[in-house]
């Protein structure tokens, strides 16, 4: 079972990336898939969660706006486009799968993709 993510890089303030995080040995449908981060010094913390039906999406409010989950069922790939990004996203994005519910705690999560560096420049 594999989650690789991948799409950060550097970006300046105002700017976009598309974050994405490829599934194998797993089919997405079947779990929530949620993305995390964590910038140096501070504990990860959740930034969207989507639900394995899809008809629930959770966001950080700080992301609201400018965030947005999805999934594409045939590439087995679930997404983060981030927009209007702001120093402060600056941090290392984490893929997460679990077979139940959305949560924003890094222990209901059994799989985790390898993280990808979004930086921001202001």
């Known amino acids: 079972v594999q989650l690789q993510a991948y799409g950060g890089g550097l970006v300046q303030a105002g700017g976009s990336l598309r974050l994405s995080c490829a599934a194998s040995?797993?089919?997405?449908?079947?779990?929530?898939i949620a993305w995390f981060r964590q910038a140096p010094g501070k504990e990860r913390e959740g930034v969207s969660c989507?639900?394995?039906?899809?008809?629930?999406?959770d966001y950080l409010d700080s992301e609201k706006g400018r965030f947005t989950i999805s999934r594409d069922y045939a590439k087995n790939t679930a997404y983060l486009q981030m927009n209007s990004l702001k120093p402060e996203d600056t941090a290392v994005y984490y893929c997460?799968?679990?077979?139940?519910?959305?949560?924003?705690?890094?222990?209901?999560?059994?799989?985790w993709g390898q993280g990808t560096q979004v930086t921001v420049s202001s």
């Open positions: 997460a799968a679990q077979r139940y519910f959305c949560s924003r705690r890094v222990q209901a999560y059994e799989h």
């Open positions: 040995g797993l089919t997405l449908n079947y779990y929530a």
């Open positions: 989507l639900s394995k039906d899809g008809g629930y999406i």
